[in-house]
C-alpha cells in the first residue's frame, strides 16, 4: 500500500479542477487495453468478466479476477476491491491496476503467496459514464463543455429528453443529470437526497439519489458481483472532496454518531478496521484513521454489511 500511495501522491500534484488531467491517469479504454493485454499474457492467473453495464450509455462493467488457477473456483478466502465509484475520484483505478499488475506479474513471495491463499477480485471502474465525462470522452455535442473534471455521478437522464445536463463547477452542484452511485443502495436509501429537494446548499444536486433503491445499473451489477464472490471483506477507494474527509478509513456504523444505533458485530468490524487502518500510511507519516460510519443514505459498505454479512470499508485517500 506504501508503493501505490506513493504513486498516488506524484499524481496529485498534476490534477486540479481546471487543468487538463495528466496522460498518466487511464481512460476507460485505457483500462480495457491493460486488463485484456493482461489476460492474453497471464492466462492461469486472471481472468476478466462482464457483470454488468452502465445506465444510460451502456457501459461494460468488468470483474477481475486474480489467481494462481484463475479458471477454478477454490475453496479459499475472496476479497474484492473497488476503484471507482465517483466520476472524479480517479486516484483508486491507478491504485488497483498497480496492485493488479503486481499481483499478476510479479513472482516475488509476497504476491505469490497472495495468488496462492485468496481470491482476489477487482472492480476498477463500476462508473465508467463518470469516468468517460472526466476525460472529456463522448460525443462532443453532449460533452459541449469538455471535460469536468469535478463530475461525480453516472449519467442517467433524469429530465427525460435525451440531454445530459452538467456544467464545469467546483463541486458540481448544478448537474441535474445523474445518480450518485453510492447514494443508491438500501439501507436507508430513504433519507438520501432528492433530486429538487435536497440539502440546501450549492452541492444539492450531485448528491442525488435515484428515483428508487437500486435503481442504477450499475449497482445493480454490484449486487451481482457480491452475491457471486461472496467475499470476506473488501474496501472502495474514494477521494475526499473537500479535504476533511481524507487519510480515513470509514466502515459500519453508529449511525447517529450517538453510540445506541450500533452494528451488531461492532467490536469485530472495529478490530478489521483499526487494522487495515495500520496498513495504510500517511503521506506525512502515520497511518489512516479509522471511523465508524453516522450518516444514513445508501452507501455501498453500510449495504454489504447489511445485506450479506460482507465486510467492506471506504479508504478515504487524499482529496
Not at 219 to 239: C, D
Request: proline share 4%; charged share 25%.
Amino acid at each position: 500500500m506504501k508503493r501505490q500511495l506513493l504513486i498516488l501522491a506524484l499524481l496529485l500534484i498534476s490534477v486540479s479542477a481546471h487543468a487538463q488531467l495528466d496522460a498518466r491517469y487511464h481512460t476507460l479504454p485505457e483500462i480495457h487495453e491493460l486488463l485484456f493485454d493482461l489476460q492474453g499474457e497471464y492466462p492461469d492467473r486472471i481472468a476478466i468478466d462482464s457483470i454488468g453495464h452502465s445506465q444510460q450509455d451502456s457501459l461494460p462493467i468488468y470483474l477481475v479476477k486474480i489467481s494462481d488457477d484463475v479458471q477454478v473456483d477454490l475453496d479459499r478466502p475472496t476479497v474484492l476491491f473497488v476503484g471507482h465509484i465517483h466520476g472524479e475520484e480517479i486516484l483508486g483505478i491507478e491504485i488497483c491496476l498497480d496492485v493488479i499488475q503486481d499481483l499478476v506479474t510479479n513472482d516475488r513471495p509476497q504476491f505469490r503467496q497472495s495468488r496462492q491463499q485468496l481470491e482476489t477480485y477487482f472492480i476498477v471502474t463500476m462508473n465508467p459514464e463518470g469516468l468517460n465525462v472526466v476525460h472529456g470522452i463522448g460525443d462532443p455535442e453532449e460533452l459541449i463543455l469538455g471535460a469536468d473534471y469535478s463530475y461525480r455521478k453516472n449519467k442517467r437522464d433524469n429530465v427525460g429528453d435525451g440531454r445530459f445536463r452538467y456544467q464545469i463547477s467546483g463541486d458540481g452542484g448544478n448537474d441535474t443529470s445523474g445518480v450518485d452511485l453510492n447514494r443508491n443502495f438500501e439501507p436507508n436509501w430513504i433519507q438520501g437526497d432528492s433530486l429538487y429537494t435536497g440539502r440546501p446548499h450549492n452541492e444539492w444536486l450531485d448528491y442525488y439519489k435515484g428515483h428508487s433503491p437500486f435503481s442504477e445499473a450499475e449497482v445493480q451489477a454490484m449486487v451481482y458481483a457480491h452475491e457471486l464472490v461472496q467475499p470476506l471483506f473488501g474496501t472502495t477507494i474514494h477521494s475526499s472532496r473537500q479535504g476533511g474527509l481524507s487519510e480515513k478509513i470509514f466502515y459500519p456504523w453508529d449511525w447517529g454518531g450517538d453510540g445506541d444505533k450500533v452494528a451488531p458485530d461492532q467490536d469485530i468490524l472495529d478490530d478489521f478496521a483499526t487494522e487495515f487502518a495500520l496498513k495504510c500510511d500517511k503521506q506525512g507519516g502515520g497511518h489512516f484513521t479509522p471511523g465508524r460510519s453516522g450518516g444514513r443514505n445508501g452507501k455501498r459498505h453500510d449495504w454489504s454489511y447489511a445485506w450479506g454479512g460482507w465486510i467492506t470499508v471506504e479508504t478515504e485517500t487524499s482529496s
